[in-house]
């Protein structure tokens, strides 16, 4: 049984920042991607970052790109996204997901099969 857990979320002014932890269990994760997806309110889910855990290639969302940046910590079994210079439209909860499907990254919610409870990150003006 996979269970993926965030935390980290918080409340922010503009230009901080904040990094947040999805704490992975259940199976060996070698070979999934684990990816961060947002939420804000009367809005879609939207792909934020993702990590293949056993090589490390990352992808970004042009929103985010030279603003935040992906991890993982193999001995933790968690991945990590630290989350600079953040702005009022980055507020959203942030959902971890995992998918052990195919080998490239993958930026649809539909692709995954395991997700976290979400953390709620909120960025003030």
């Known amino acids: 049984q996979v269970h993926l857990v965030e935390s980290g979320g918080g409340l922010v002014q503009a230009g901080g920042s904040l990094r947040l932890s999805c704490a992975a269990s259940?199976?060996?994760?070698?070979?999934?991607?684990i990816t961060w997806f947002r939420q804000a309110p009367g809005k879609e889910r939207e792909f934020v970052s993702a990590?293949?855990?056993?090589?490390?290639?990352?992808s970004y969302a042009d929103s985010v790109k030279g603003r935040f940046t992906i991890s993982r910590d193999n001995a933790k079994n968690t991945v990590y996204l630290q989350m600079n210079s953040l702005k009022p439209e980055d507020t959203a909860v942030y959902y971890c997901?995992?998918?052990?499907?195919?080998?490239?990254?993958?930026?649809?919610?539909?692709?995954?099969?395991?997700w976290g409870q979400g953390t709620q990150v909120t960025v003030t003006s």
């Open positions: 997901a995992a998918t052990f499907r195919g080998t490239s990254l993958r930026d649809r919610p539909a692709d995954y099969d395991y």
């Open positions: 259940g199976r060996t994760f070698s070979g999934s991607a």
């Open positions: 990590i293949k855990w056993s090589l490390g290639f990352t």
